[in-house]
């Protein structure tokens, strides 16, 4: 069926280094792909977003990238620290019941842990 | 500004009992989602408002499961006959109008324990 799975659930990485987190979707109609951050007892925070028109986005220290011909997307977090630490969940916006297309789909999430 | 809040932050209840739990979305903000997260999963929508009207509420459980935002603002999720498969953190999420590409921002959550 249709899903957004991640294919890590946990993720160290040494502070200061590069993390890559990885995301597959399964539904080749979807269009818009976000990743969320999520801390321990706080709500998701919006990172990036990214349309199918693009394979590639870029933020402040956060690039995401999408490849629609395997349906995959990675979210790329340069020079991290341990302000990074958190679960990251991807998610993709699909059409809702009626008009618009509202709702969130989201993956299991990646927990990353960052090492001082 | 002030974000998306939510009361309250915990909530312990016995099976059987009705709860409610309220969210204050963004001031401005004309779309509100509810959505609900268990333990080591993603969250899961439950249903869409675009002012005072539920656009989508495909996600609720079942009938025990209702919203509402009166003034399209505040929104209260009620749960009536509550189940220990219940259990678990409700998120509120505002955006400011509700089209595919605008950022949903998410509260802290409630979350819910039925004993």
């Known amino acids: 069926g249709e899903s957004v799975g991640l294919h890590l659930p946990t993720l160290s990485v040494q502070e200061g280094d590069n993390s890559i987190i990885n995301c597959a979707y399964s539904?080749?109609?979807?269009?818009?792909f976000i990743w969320y951050k999520q801390e321990s007892g706080k709500g998701p925070q919006f990172i990036i977003d990214?349309?199918?028109?693009?394979d590639k986005r870029q933020g402040q220290r956060v690039t995401v990238l999408l490849n629609k011909t395997v349906k995959h997307l990675s979210l790329q977090i340069a020079a991290t620290q341990p302000g990074d630490s958190a679960v990251y969940f991807c998610a993709e916006n699909r059409m809702g019941s009626n008009f618009g297309n509202e709702k969130l789909t989201f993956g299991t999430g990646t927990r990353l842990t960052i090492i001082p | 500004g002030a974000g998306v809040s939510q009361t309250p932050s915990n909530k312990v209840t016995e099976k059987g009992k009705y709860v409610e739990l309220r969210c204050d979305p963004i001031s401005g903000h004309t779309a509100l989602y509810w959505y609900r997260q268990s333990l080591g999963q993603g969250p899961e929508f439950l249903i869409y408002?675009?002012?005072?009207?539920?656009?989508?509420d495909s996600g609720l459980p079942n009938d025990r499961f209702f919203a509402v935002r009166p003034e399209g603002s505040v929104s209260t999720l009620k749960i009536q006959r509550t189940e220990r498969g219940d259990s678990a953190v409700y998120l509120c999420?505002?955006?400011?109008?509700?089209?595919?590409?605008?950022?949903?921002?998410f509260g802290p959550g409630t979350r819910l324990t039925v004993l």
């Open positions: 539904n080749s109609a979807s269009d818009y």
């Open positions: 999420a505002s955006s400011l109008a509700g089209g595919q590409s605008d950022t949903q921002y």
């Open positions: 408002f675009q002012g005072t009207g539920a656009a989508d």
């Open positions: 990214i349309r199918s028109n693009m």
